[in-house]
Structure formats: C-alpha cells, structure tokens
Nanobody, 124 residues
Framework: QVQLVESGGGLVQAGGSLRLSCVVS????????MAWFRQAPGKEREFVAA????????YYPDSVKGRFTISRDNAKNTVHLQMNSLKPEDTAVYYC?????????????????WGQGTQVTVSS
C-alpha cells in the first residue's frame, strides 16, 4: 500500500513564503510522476504543479507560474513545493498526488495515490 503524507502548511501573511513537503512510503514505484493540487472552500480542485521522475519536465498553471517551484528528491522519496509571494487567493487545502503513469499531468482524475492534505492560509 502506498501512502503520501504532506507537511509544511500553516498561516502566512500575503507576500510571504511556505515550503510544503510530501513523503511517499510503502510499496512504491521509483519513477512516479508527482503533483500538487489544491482545493479552496466552494471551489473545485485545481492543478498546482507536476514533475516527472527525472525532474526535467515540470508544469504549472498561469496562476502560480513564477511564484511556485516544484522539486523532488528521489533518494528520500520526497517532493517539495516552494511557494513564494503568496496571495490570499492561494488559501486552500493542498494535496500531494502520485501515479506511475498518469494519463494527464493536469487532471486529478488520473492520479491513483493521494495524501491527506495540508492547510495553507494566506492573510491580507
């Protein structure tokens, strides 16, 4: 069984930074694609970032491009999301996701493994 555990969420002022982490444990594949999604109250789940195993392909939506950076450390089975210049509209529960062969990097429907989520709140 594969388990993903997120950490690093919290309360931060607008313009500040947070670094989220996701550790994968259990029976894992070494070449998982990893991604971050978020969901704010009253809104649908939103794609945030994705990275392939070799880290030579990364993807971001326009809403976070230039502010967020995804990275991974395969030796530690860990993926990170560095979030800078945070805005109140970034407030959401952030989820880590993984799959050996997602049919889409951008849709949560194609990721089989999910963490429990970590709350990020950005105050104005």
């Amino acid at each position: 069984q594969v388990q993903l555990v997120e950490s690093g969420g919290g309360l931060v002022q607008a313009g500040g930074s947070l670094r989220l982490s996701c550790v994968v444990s259990g029976r894992t594949f070494s070449r998982y694609v990893m991604a971050w999604f978020r969901q704010a109250p009253g809104k649908e789940r939103e794609f945030v970032a994705a990275i392939n195993w070799s880290a030579d392909r990364v993807y971001y939506p326009d809403s976070v491009k230039g502010r967020f950076t995804i990275s991974r450390d395969n030796a530690k089975n860990t993926v990170h999301l560095q979030m800078n210049s945070l805005k109140p509209e970034d407030t959401a529960v952030y989820y880590c996701a993984a799959d050996a062969l997602p049919r889409s990097y951008y849709s949560g429907n194609y990721y089989n493994y999910w963490g429990q989520g970590t709350q990020v709140t950005v105050s104005s």
